[in-house]
């Protein structure tokens, strides 16, 4: 009987593994169309607005001044685009936000392994302490006027650095690393590196950071994103036009559309719809590099993410 028991019960999971329908509750169904109704409010709260800068940057600039334009193009035209890429402020100020985005990105990149590594192993001296006053970080801050002075003091006012350097590092991601490098690796591979004579340095560069590859993608696309869509750092510590990235560009071009400009009320009139229009036509443009990417790296991120969910 026992025999024959463990055999149905066999023939019974094989079924399930095929497809055996589990009966639903009508609690199960009620929780399911109410979860489909709330991701299709969420999704049209983001979609909307999209859907209308995209329409806009699209439409002619007296349709977007006049409030035409809802969810698509009136007088279809692309000469917000063509205003925006012959204009040598946008161009740049896109210029300097690749830099901005890529630099930085390789250096808090560089940081965090740098310091969630050390952490991340058990033979640290002290490691609990450390982590103790990097988690603090989180909790308190100096606040935005000793980061100025600290900024000033050291001499990266209005200096590409001063948009690299100040928050590089972000307590967050150094707890994921920190976390991912110490339950996703094995113990074992440290243990037969080290046997084989592997320096700590040597382990990390050619061990650990190629099984890594998903946590780099998922940090680097967080410090990517922040990177691209700083404004308030580019406010406080820029001066020159020459070093504004995009995002302080688009800023112009809204204070030109708000305040107005000098001459008479018909120039004044188109100089505002123009300005419209390369607000929009901007902010897709902005838009674009971060759709462009995320794709390649969309397959680790994922990885990553659940790896972190079920680990961590």
């Known amino acids: ?21 589990v009966k639903e509750t009508r609690t199960d169904r009620a929780f399911i169309a109410i979860a489909y109704v709330l991701l299709t409010v ?24 006049s409030g035409r334009v809802l969810f698509w193009p009136v007088d279809i035209t692309l000469r917000g685009y063509s205003e925006a890429l012959s204009n ?7 210029g300097n936000s690749i830099f901005y985005t890529v630099v930085g990105t390789i250096i808090s990149l560089a940081g965090t392994v740098a310091i969630a590594y050390p952490l991340s192993r058990a033979n640290l001296f002290g490691g609990k302490a450390i982590t103790g006053a990097v988690v603090f970080t989180m909790l308190f801050s100096g606040g935005v006027i000793p980061m100025y002075l600290v900024v000033q003091s050291l001499g990266l006012l209005d200096t ?28 074992e ?22 099984l890594a590859k998903p946590l780099i993608a998922v940090i680097a696309l967080m410090y990517a994103i922040m990177q691209w869509n700083s ?37 004044q009139l188109k100089r505002r719809e123009l300005a419209d229009l390369l607000k929009y036509s901007t902010v897709v443009i902005a838009t674009i590099p971060m759709l462009v ?11 990553g993410i659940m790896v972190g969910a079920v680990k961590g």
Do not use: C
């Not at 440290?190 to 382990?203: N, T, V």
């Not at 406010?235 to 008479?264: C, F, M, T």
């Open 1 to 21: 009987m026992g025999e024959r028991g463990a055999k149905r019960s066999r023939a019974d999971r094989r079924r399930f593994a095929r497809g055996t329908k």
């Open 42 to 65: 969420f999704l049209l709260v983001v979609l909307l607005p999209l859907l209308n800068i995209v329409a806009s940057s699209l439409s002619s600039p007296q349709a977007v001044s």
């Open 88 to 94: 040598p402020a946008i161009i740049r100020g896109f």
């Open 160 to 187: 590409r650095w001063s948009m690299l350097l100040p928050n590089a590092i972000g307590v967050w991601q150094v707890i994921i690393a920190m976390v991912y490098f110490r339950t996703s690796i094995p113990e």
């Open 189 to 210: 591979v440290y243990e037969a590196a080290q046997l084989d004579g592997a320096s700590e340095l040597r382990i990390l560069w050619q061990i650990i950071l190629p």
């Open 231 to 267: 404004y308030f750092d580019a406010l406080l510590y820029l001066r020159s036009a020459d070093l504004q990235p995009l995002q302080l560009v688009l800023r112009g071009l809204l204070i030109v559309k708000e305040n107005g400009v000098g001459g008479n009320v018909a120039e």
């Open 293 to 303: 990417v995320y794709p390649f790296v969309a397959k680790h991120f994922s990885k």
